[in-house]
């Protein structure tokens, strides 16, 4: 089943402990990105990737980083999370380098709580 | 900026009745305009989507219209049932290339 998983669904952690959250898609797909979703907000883009070892910022990347190793993971790393990083995370990808033009196929969702 | 407001941001209508969702953007280079649908502890769902060169485009029941010069766009949702209750987002590609998303409309269909 083509699909974008993400580990972990649900994490509560502390202020300023490293975590990381893990994507993965199945679909071959060039284009990965993430964005974070916060009531009134809407859905805004904290990094992408355009293909392997090719990474830029988004919209909101300020506390995040990012890789892209391999063309399948592209995990959203936080390494000192605040409280205003409490949010829904989503991953996203689509097939060819821009992601703007295709359809972007996206994970079910991560729900962090920094305290 | 690139901007993209959409309205409302919350709709109720009765089953049956037809829901519209409106979005504006700012970026008159923009050239593809999606809908996502997000049901409850998903991930939003492409469910239309319309290009600059066409300015209305149907599937079965939800429809998207497209006005450029005004710069704005909108879904209509026809005969609307239970299982079409969900958050809806509009979106707009930018001249950079990046997808800009609205706010989100939570729609309740009540039966």
């Known amino acids: 089943e083509a699909q974008v998983t993400q580990n972990p669904r649900y994490l509560i952690t502390v202020t300023g402990k490293k975590l990381t959250v893990t994507c993965s898609q199945n679909?071959?797909?060039?284009?990965m990105s993430w964005y974070r979703q916060d009531p009134g907000l809407g859905l805004r883009q904290i990094y992408y990737s355009m293909n392997v070892e090719v990474t830029d910022k988004g919209d909101v990347p300020e506390g995040y980083k990012v890789s892209r190793k391999e063309k399948r993971n592209f995990p959203l790393i936080l390494e000192s999370p605040s409280p205003n990083q409490t949010s829904l995370y989503f991953c996203a990808s689509s097939r060819g380098g821009t992601g703007g033009l295709n359809e972007q196929f996206f994970g079910p969702g991560t729900r962090l709580t920094v305290l | 900026g690139e901007n993209v407001e959409q309205h409302p941001s919350t709709l109720s209508v009765q089953e049956g009745d037809s829901a519209v969702i409106k979005c504006t953007y700012s970026?008159?280079?923009?050239?593809?305009f999606p809908w996502y649908k997000q049901e409850l502890g998903k991930g939003p769902q492409l469910i239309i989507d319309?290009?600059?060169?066409?300015g209305e485009k149907k599937d079965q029941r939800i429809a998207v219209t497209l006005n450029k010069t005004a710069k704005h766009f909108s879904l209509h949702i026809t005969e609307t049932q239970p299982e079409d209750s969900a958050v809806y987002f509009c979106a707009a590609r930018s001249n950079t290339g990046k997808l800009i998303f609205g706010q989100g409309t939570t729609l309740q269909v009540k039966p």
């Open positions: 319309i290009r600059s060169n066409v």
């Open positions: 970026d008159s280079a923009s050239n593809y």
């Open positions: 679909m071959n797909h060039e284009y």
